[in-house]
């Protein structure tokens, strides 16, 4: 049996256990990738300050993000068509989220539904919405949100529309998978894969057939999905939602101070730090290079999160330590579920848990709520120097 110690571990199974479209819908970015690729690599020119003989017992990851107890300020990311790279994928994640006390945020393009999750869960969840243009489904999705006692809602608003994703253009990407005699030959060899969607119902997106207007089915989705987003969207249409939706509101996607603010104006309980995952604006900076310029200006007004690029405990605790209140990983757990399901989720939240306790302890912190700049090595130009 392969000994998992690290998340790369995980992604090498997870490449030979799912099909390649789910694959590299997950493993890419748009364009040329280059903010996909910064995202990650841009956390290794931070360094870390090693601390000696201070008491290291006693450590706690234990922490709170928009109020609500974490036993470590990790959320599991939104992430679409989850449910394509295991069967019933979000009902396995929140699963495990929420069996190790960290926060579970279901994607609306889903293929589980908002009410399956909460069927198979105990504890609430937090639901991602899109900046859609019809006001009736939001009104109903904030209602399911309420009846399923989801516990924070997260607005993504970077995307009005979509980047452009070489690989998912060339895939063919769709749920369920067209059957091409490529994709067909491909799925074929992923035969645990395979059994498990047929074992579901699951294979459609959850949240939109059959709750949308005028989409009944599949087929009908593709229409609905490019007509409905709005990229007329502006900080007032985002206070309507707010109206919509009277619970702790997080919106996603911020990469510059003045959209920080213009968020803390509009009642956000908390803003993420984020560029999609690279996804959108290809050329756009990693999300940690625009943290600290964000924390600075905002940090003690409102909650401030960090989303793209984590792919281990020492990038949790590089972010914490610049001013980050809570993070959140996507394809790291997409990896541990494709690769081992629910279980594979667990295992990539203990590996992020212990890289985090023994790097905190290495640091002479025992606290995770203590971090800060002072236990890190930031180059001077790390945010850049741009005209």
């Known amino acids: 049996m392969t000994v998992i110690t690290n998340i790369d571990d995980l992604k090498r199974i997870y490449r030979r256990r799912v099909p390649k479209m789910f694959y590299d819908y997950a493993e890419s970015g748009s364009w040329t990738e280059q903010t996909f690729r910064d995202n990650s690599s841009d956390f290794a020119d931070i360094r870390l300050r090693q601390r000696v003989?201070?008491?290291?017992?006693?450590?706690?990851?234990?922490?709170?993000?928009?109020?609500?107890?974490?036993?470590?300020?990790?959320?599991?990311?939104?992430?679409?068509?989850?449910?394509?790279?295991?069967?019933?994928?979000?009902?396995?994640a929140a699963k495990a989220a929420e069996k190790f006390g960290v926060p579970f945020t279901l994607s609306t393009m889903s293929i589980c539904s908002i009410e399956d999750v909460a069927e198979h869960t105990t504890k609430p969840f937090w639901l991602q919405v899109y900046t859609l243009k019809d006001d009736d489904f939001m009104q109903r999705l904030f209602d399911r949100a309420k009846a399923a006692r989801c516990s924070a809602a997260v607005i993504t608003v970077d995307l009005q529309l979509l980047g452009q994703r070489h690989k998912d253009l060339k895939n063919g990407l769709s749920a369920p998978p067209k059957l091409t005699v490529k994709s067909v030959a491909n799925m074929m060899t992923k035969v645990q894969w395979g059994l498990g969607m047929l074992g579901t119902?699951?294979?459609?997106?959850?949240?939109?057939?059959?709750?949308?207007?005028?989409?009944?089915?599949?087929?009908?989705?593709?229409?609905?999905?490019?007509?409905?987003?709005?990229?007329?969207?502006?900080?007032?249409?985002?206070?309507?939602?707010?109206?919509?939706?009277?619970?702790?509101?997080?919106?996603?996607?911020?990469?510059?101070?003045?959209?920080a603010r213009e968020a803390l104006n509009v009642g956000a309980d908390a803003i993420i730090v984020s560029n999609h995952g690279g996804r959108q604006l290809d050329g756009a900076l990693s999300s940690i290079r625009v943290l600290e310029e964000i924390v600075d200006a905002v940090g003690d007004k409102i909650e401030v999160h960090l989303d793209s690029g984590i792919r281990s405990g020492q990038d949790v605790l590089k972010a914490l330590a610049m001013g980050a209140k809570g993070t959140y990983i996507g394809r790291a757990y997409v990896y541990g579920l494709g690769a081992m399901g629910e279980a594979g989720v667990t295992k990539a939240l203990e590996v992020i848990h212990n890289e985090l306790d023994l790097s905190m302890g290495l640091c002479g912190v025992t606290d995770v709520q203590k971090l800060g700049r002072e236990h890190l090595l930031i180059p001077e130009d790390f945010a850049g120097r741009w005209a």
């Open 53 to 92: 003989a201070i008491d290291m017992t006693g450590r706690s990851t234990k922490s709170r993000m928009i109020g609500q107890e974490v036993s470590m300020p990790v959320a599991l990311a939104p992430v679409g068509l989850t449910g394509m790279q295991c069967a019933d994928g979000e009902i396995k």
């Open 201 to 259: 119902k699951r294979r459609f997106f959850g949240n939109i057939v059959g709750h949308a207007k005028g989409v009944k089915d599949p087929s009908s989705l593709g229409n609905w999905t490019n007509e409905s987003f709005d990229q007329a969207l502006d900080w007032d249409r985002i206070r309507e939602f707010r109206k919509m939706w009277d619970g702790p509101l997080i919106i996603k996607g911020i990469l510059d101070v003045r959209d």
